[in-house]
């Protein structure tokens, strides 16, 4: 019997296939995966058995009792934590659960973009984001980051140059809160002046602020939507990074008006809601003693990692101390291709991304890479970095020293 051939009956314009998983690279640098000694086990084990046995029943109804935004405890939840940790002051029904963040950044493109657009952004971001302007066919203009976030007299000009052009953006996203790539965290006086410039163009602020739990000093400014006196400004986070990406929680906060549309366009009738009871039972007693043991674990993973780079890159790698997160964004020698090395890597087991991948301007990126350093074990990052070193100084002759043993002097 011959299969049937499907593929003449695609869709047009389907995005190539992926590939299948074949299990994680022996030194995965890559994603924003996080550290699995640091997941409350115990508690979460406990928190879906006490939810279950009490609510168990409601899993009768899509929605649970809670409607289409989420489980209500978990709304309760946020709203309280949002109000005490960012300074946020909503009610739990500008919250709407999502499944994770992703599904947040869909729903407000959704409902704001078309092709065609243009949209303001740190001119370092997130690949998820960029990639989703790309496939909307949306144009996003970079604004430069120095160590505290994105440059205010940066974005003014752009604003500016944009509304000489005529085109008004559809908004100013931004990752305000150790910022991805960069680490880099936008002090209140910045905010203030982001507010005061979207404010005098009309547009939006889109607040993607799904790393702020995990400052090391536990210190954050106030998030833009608590500092905004008008409105205009929507909010996403997640509980990925701050408990465990696998669970496919995030959450959108934004006024009704917004909310409402942003419901007609969530076609899923509910995000998972087994993970939505568990995080609703294990927040409230836990989340508060959870999250200085987790910083804690991730940065001793990011001193072993800045230390292996120290050892085996010596000045070859430029990076800063990162303010909290998963991640160090590292610049490389000019003569680095980062698309190469990821290449070069992956054959060896090394897996890193490539600094084009998380840049507007693709050259600007070109010999910087990031990696994260949460879900590798210690060991794992030193070994790694060793082999980053070797594999990289074998394509590109940098660094010319590993481990302060001149390359050349090896023969
Ligand atoms: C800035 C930013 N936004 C959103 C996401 C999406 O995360 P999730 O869908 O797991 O909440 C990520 C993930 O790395 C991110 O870095």
């Known amino acids: 019997m011959t299969a049937l051939d499907f593929a003449p009956l695609l869709a047009p314009g389907l995005p190539p296939p992926a590939v299948k998983f074949n299990g994680f690279p022996k030194y995965n640098f890559t994603g924003g995966h996080n550290d699995g000694g640091a997941i409350p086990l115990d508690a979460l084990v406990k928190a879906a058995n006490d ?38 002051v909503c009610s739990a029904d500008e919250i709407l659960i999502t499944s994770g963040s ?16 243009t949209i303001i952004t740190e001119g370092e971001t997130y690949q998820g984001s960029i990639n989703r302007w790309t496939k909307l066919g949306v144009t996003a203009v970079g604004v430069p980051l120095d160590g505290g976030g994105m440059r ?73 939507y608590a500092m905004s006196k008008h409105g205009g400004v929507i909010h996403i986070g997640s509980f990925s ?38 995080l ?8 508060d003693s959870h999250v200085p043991e987790l910083t804690r674990a991730l940065r001793s993973k990011l001193e072993t990692l800045m230390d292996s780079l120290n050892a085996q890159f010596g000045t070859a790698a430029e990076f800063e ?10 610049k490389l020698p000019d003569q680095v291709d980062t698309m190469k090395l990821y290449q070069a890597g992956l054959a060896e087991g090394v897996a890193i991304n490539p600094g084009p991948e998380w840049t507007i301007d693709k050259a600007y990126g070109k010999s910087r890479t990031r990696l994260c350093f949460a879900n590798a074990s210690h060991e794992a990052i030193r070994d790694g970095v060793a082999k980053l070193a070797e594999i990289c100084r074998r394509e590109f002759g940098v660094p010319d020293r590993i481990a302060n043993v001149a390359q050349g002097a090896r023969g």
């Open 321 to 330: 101390d990162p303010k909290g997160g998963i991640f160090l964004w590292i």
């Open 152 to 224: 205010m007299d940066a974005l003014a000009t752009a604003l500016d140059d944009l509304k000489r052009r005529n085109v008004q953006p559809k908004y100013i996203y931004t990752v305000p809160t150790v910022q991805n790539p960069t680490g880099t965290i936008l002090s209140e006086a910045r905010r203030a002046e982001m507010l005061k410039l979207a404010e005098q163009h009309g547009v939006p602020i889109f607040e993607d602020d799904c790393y702020s739990d995990l400052i090391w000093d536990g210190k954050r400014p106030p998030a833009l």
């Open 280 to 287: 609703g039972e294990f927040c409230p007693k836990h989340f």
């Open 51 to 88: 939810v279950l046995s009490r609510e168990g029943r409601t899993l009768a109804t899509y929605g649970l009792e809670s409607g289409p935004q989420g489980y209500r405890p978990l709304r309760e939840f946020l709203a309280q934590k949002l109000k005490r940790t960012a300074g946020i």
């Open 102 to 117: 992703l599904q947040a950044l869909d729903l407000v493109n959704g409902i704001l973009l078309s092709r065609g657009d």
């Open 241 to 278: 990074k701050s408990i465990a990406p696998a669970l496919r929680v995030g959450y959108i906060v934004a006024d009704w008006s917004l909310i409402s549309r942003m419901l007609t366009i969530k076609t899923d009738a509910g995000s998972g809601a087994l993970e939505q009871m568990v």
